[in-house]
C-alpha cells in the first residue's frame, strides 16, 4: 500500500489544521489505518488509530482534541487537529497495518508546526 499525506502546516496556538492521507489500494477490512508523530530527536509515536470498522485508538495526549476517521470507499484517513499546542509540532506520518501480516506501510511525512 503506498500512501501520500498532506495538509500539514504551521498554525497557531489554538488553531487547527486537518491531515489527509490517500492510499494508492483498498485498505478495507484487514488494514488499521493511523498518525504517528515524530519530533526532532525523538522516537515515531503514536497519536490514533482507527479500524475499518471505526474502532479508534487515541494516545492521551491528543484525546478530547483530535479526531481520526476514514472513508473506506475513498481509501483515506483523516486527522482534525482542534486546539494545537506547541508540543504537537512534529512530522506527521499516516501508517497503513495489516492485521495478519502485520506490515507496517508509511506514508512520506507531513511537517506541522504550532507557533506564535
Known amino acids: 500500500v503506498q500512501l501520500q499525506a498532506s495538509g500539514g502546516g504551521l498554525v497557531q496556538p489554538g488553531g487547527s489544521l486537518r491531515l489527509s492521507c490517500a492510499a494508492s489500494?483498498?485498505?478495507?477490512?484487514?488494514?488499521?489505518l493511523g498518525w504517528f508523530r515524530q519530533a526532532p530527536g525523538k522516537q515515531r509515536d503514536l497519536v490514533a488509530t482507527?479500524?475499518?470498522?471505526?474502532?479508534?485508538n487515541y494516545a492521551n495526549s491528543v484525546k478530547g482534541r483530535f479526531t481520526i476517521s476514514r472513508d473506506n470507499a475513498k481509501n483515506a484517513v483523516y486527522l482534525q487537529m482542534n486546539d494545537l499546542k506547541p508540543e504537537d509540532t512534529a512530522v506527521y506520518y499516516c501508517?497503513?497495518?495489516?492485521?495478519?501480516?502485520?506490515?507496517?506501510?508509511w506514508g512520506q511525512g507531513t511537517q506541522v508546526t504550532v507557533s506564535s
Open positions: 501508517s497503513a497495518q495489516n492485521l495478519v501480516t502485520n506490515r507496517f506501510d
Open positions: 489500494g483498498s485498505v478495507f477490512g484487514v488494514y488499521r
Open positions: 482507527i479500524t475499518s470498522g471505526g474502532g479508534t
